[in-house]
T-cell receptor, first 112, second 115 residues
């Protein structure tokens, strides 16, 4: 069964600090990785996608993918209270017709 | 800004009752997905459509679940005979294509509570 494992389950970071979230997949067919953020009472919203090995930076967010180890990470620098939310890693394969396999989520709390 | 609209936001049903929820995808998005997010935040893919055609679906839980995306009408997900285990947030998402490299835009969800 296709799986995506996230760690840590929860994370508390001081305002202005760096938050690091991790994700490991079980299926080498996964080629497309996404990070979604979900605030309370809302649906998930895509933060970033990463499809190639290496780093991808968008503003305060940096994603890193290592396909050999099936590992993807998300780093948030200069964390803000508004970054407090659930973060999900999601993966997909070409044959999935877009179906996303989600990790179990990381609850991020930013302490002012 | 266009966005995915889901109605109702909250739905309360007794066991054995029908539960129906609707989704209007983003304008111009022909692909629609339904996911179930349980209280432990675990996501389960249910079904996806391109226009009116089913692309992929799970074994729809003993046939109690059905979904459709008719032309010029909202998409819908219906549970024929609700069970307590169906209590969850049902999320609709839309996308430009069924390809895995395209972003899925999620609605706020319909929270179903089965008493």
């Amino acid at each position: 069964q296709q799986k995506v494992q996230q760690s840590p389950e929860s994370l508390s970071v001081p305002e202005g600090g760096m938050a690091s979230l991790n994700c490991t997949s079980s299926d080498r067919n996964f080629q497309y990785f996404w990070w979604y953020r979900q605030h309370s009472g809302e649906g998930p919203k895509a933060l970033m996608s990463i499809f190639s090995d290496g780093d991808k930076k968008e503003g305060r967010f940096t994603a890193h993918l290592n396909k050999a180890s099936l590992h993807v990470s998300l780093h948030i620098r200069d964390s803000q209270p508004s970054d407090s939310a659930l973060y999900f890693c999601a993966a997909s394969a070409n044959y999935n017709q877009g179906k996303l396999i989600f990790g179990q989520g990381t609850k991020l709390s930013i302490k002012p | 800004n266009s966005k995915v609209i889901q109605t109702p936001r909250y739905l309360v049903k007794g066991q054995g009752q029908k539960a129906k929820m609707r989704c209007i995808p983003e304008k111009g998005h022909p692909v629609v997905f339904w996911y179930q997010q349980n209280k432990n935040n675990e996501f389960k893919f249910l079904i996806n459509f391109q226009n009116q055609e089913v692309l992929q679906q799970i074994d729809m839980t003993e046939k109690r679940f059905s979904a459709e995306c008719p032309s010029n009408s909202p998409c819908s997900l219906e549970i024929q005979s609700s069970e307590a285990g169906d209590s969850a947030l049902y999320l609709c998402a839309s996308s430009l294509t069924g390809g895995s490299s395209y972003e899925q835009y999620f609605g706020p969800g319909t929270r179903l509570t089965v008493l």
